[in-house]
């Protein structure tokens, strides 16, 4: 069985973002989520260089690597050219491989994601499509949103925008055409694949907290991790 570390190293962002870190912590000092989260880049890149599968898979299954906000100014400010916020994304990925993103609170909201925005892609071909953003699942958009949610062609219209109908203009009906092409995408690429893993591990998760129905519904699972 391969290393924790040489997994990280068959990505290709992996290689390319790091180099010869040599702990300065000028990425932490220039990073958005350090000022808001016990969140340390310089810590994250200097536990990767010691290639211990022990101290990754602490990584892996922890909140840590879901903090990052991927703007990547790290990029911008490295004298080594290190990238951490590559290295952060290659962790989520081989964590949402291995089902460890099950294991911290911020790695259980990968669901949420996937359905609110891998979800609607498909559906819709809007990553954002108004008729996901239910009223009762986001109280703190207030009434006015509640409104406009129930009046939707009133209000888009007087805005020029051509919701749910054909033709050009914003919000427009994404042809069954296009929608085709966008899951053929999916396919190939190997996203198919990753969303089936991020809802089958999601699904274990659920069953052994409880939150999971006889027929698999997962409802319960996703108001429990959005709520933290």
């Known amino acids: 069985m391969k290393s924790l570390y040489n997994r990280l190293c068959e990505d290709v962002r992996f290689i390319e973002g790091i180099k010869a870190c040599m702990n300065c912590g000028v990425c932490t000092a220039i990073c958005p989520a350090a000022e808001f989260y016990d969140y340390d880049p310089r810590v994250i890149v200097n536990q990767v260089m010691q290639k211990d599968d022990t ?21 911008t400010r490295c004298p080594r050219d290190n990238v951490p916020g590559l290295i952060i994304s290659v ?23 996937k ?46 925008g051509n919701f749910e109908q054909e ?3 914003t919000l427009r009906k994404t042809s069954p055409e296009v929608l085709g ?24 998760k659920a069953q052994k ?5 006889s027929d698999n519904n997962l409802d319960a699972y996703i108001n429990h991790v959005q709520s933290q």
């Not at 071909?125 to 009133?154: D, F, I, M, S």
């Not at 907290?209 to 129905?213: D, R």
Request: proline share 4%; with cysteine; hydrophobic share 30%.
């Open 91 to 113: 962790l989520r990925k081989v964590s949402q491989e291995l089902g460890y993103f099950t294991e911290s609170k911020k790695g259980r909201q990968q669901l949420v994601v």
């Open 181 to 204: 092409e966008l899951k053929a995408i999916f396919d190939e690429t190997g996203g198919t694949e990753f969303f089936e893993i991020i809802e089958k591990y999601s699904l274990e």
């Open 167 to 169: 033709g050009a203009g």
């Open 209 to 213: 907290m409880g939150m999971a129905t």
């Open 115 to 160: 359905r609110n925005v891998g979800d609607t892609i498909l559906k819709y071909g809007y990553c954002v499509y108004p008729r996901t953003l239910k009223p009762e699942l986001h109280p703190e958009q207030g009434p006015a949103w509640e409104w406009v949610y129930n009046h939707p062609h009133e209000v888009y219209e007087r805005l020029n």
């Open 55 to 75: 101290v990754i898979e602490g990584l892996l299954k922890s909140d840590t690597i879901w903090y990052c906000g991927q703007c990547m100014s790290c990029k």
